[in-house]
C-alpha cells in the first residue's frame, strides 16, 4: 500500500526500485532496508526539526530510477551486496550530484547514516532562506565538501555511539511465496519474468504519465480477482 502520511511533507517517503524483491538481476533484496528507513523516517519527523525536503532513495544496484546518487541521502546498492552512501545531491535550480560520505556499508547500518544526515541537515541547514533550504547547498555554507565530510562523519560516529539503530532484516521481509508456471509466449515488451519460478510482472507506463482512469480502475478491478497480486507505483 501507499504510505501518504509524509507525502508533500519535509519528511517524504523513501524512493525505492520498483522491482525490488522481484528483479531477476538482483543479489539483495532491499525490501526490508527500504521499509525500515521509511519507517524510522515517519518516527524521526516528530523530533527532528529540517529546514526544508529530505528526500531519500535506495536502488538495487541495476534500476536507476530511486536516483540514489544525485538525493538529500542516497543508498546505491554495490556488487557485494553493501551500500555505497552520497548526501547532498539534488535536481531543480542549482542541481548538484550526490557527495559520497561512505562506501561498503552493511545494509544492516543504513539508519545510522540516515540519523547522522537528519542531525547534519537539522544543525547546518537554511532555516531563513527557504530557496537555500536544501541539503544541496548545505556544503558551500560550510565551506566546502570535505569540511561537510568531516561534520558528517563526526556526527555518525556519535550516532553509532549512543544509539542502536541496527536493522534487523527479518523484521521487515516480504516474502512472496506464490509460485508458477514458466510460459515464454507471454512475454513482450511490457510483460517480464520475474526472479520468482513461473511469475510475471506488467508494466503499465500511460503516455506522459496521465492515466486513463476507466483503464487503470479496469486492471485494478481484475488484478484483485487474482492470487497474491500487487500494483506498485
Not at 547532498?88 to 547522522?116: F, M, S, T, W
Request: proline share 5%; aromatic share 10%; charged share 25%.
Amino acid at each position: 500500500g501507499i504510505y501518504n502520511r509524509g507525502a508533500g511533507g519535509d519528511n517524504p517517503n523513501v524512493v525505492a526500485s520498483i522491482l525490488r524483491g522481484i528483479d531477476p538481476r538482483e543479489t539483495l533484496d532491499i525490501t526490508p532496508y527500504a521499509t525500515a528507513i521509511s519507517e524510522f523516517l515517519l518516527e524521526q519527523m516528530f523530533y527532528i526539526k529540517i529546514p526544508r525536503k529530505f528526500k531519500m532513495g535506495i536502488d538495487n544496484g541495476f534500476d536507476s530510477t530511486p536516483h540514489a546518487t544525485f538525493k538529500d541521502l542516497g543508498f546505491n546498492l554495490t556488487k557485494h551486496n553493501t551500500f555505497d552512501v552520497y548526501a547532498c545531491g539534488g535536481i531543480g535550480p542549482n542541481p548538484r550530484i550526490g557527495i559520497p560520505v561512505a562506501h561498503d556499508v552493511q545494509p544492516e547500518d543504513v539508519l545510522y547514516h540516515v540519523k547522522a544526515m537528519l542531525m547534519v541537515f537539522a544543525n547546518h541547514g537554511n532555516f531563513k532562506n527557504r530557496g537555500k533550504a536544501r541539503t544541496r547547498y548545505m556544503p558551500a555554507e560550510m565551506g566546502g565538501a570535505e569540511a561537510f565530510i568531516k561534520t558528517y562523519e563526526e556526527t555518525l560516529a556519535m550516532v553509532k555511539e549512543v544509539e542502536q539503530l541496527t536493522i534487523n532484516p527479518a523484521d521487515y521481509a516480504y516474502e512472496i511465496t506464490k509460485t508458477g508456471k514458466r510460459d515464454n509466449s507471454v512475454e513482450n515488451d511490457r510483460i517480464h519474468r520475474q526472479k520468482q519460478e513461473g511469475l510475471y510482472y506488467v508494466e503499465y507506463h500511460p503516455a506522459g504519465g496521465d492515466a486513463n482512469v476507466e483503464h487503470l480502475l479496469s486492471a485494478l478491478d481484475y488484478a484483485v480477482t487474482l492470487d497474491q497480486v500487487e500494483a506498485r507505483i
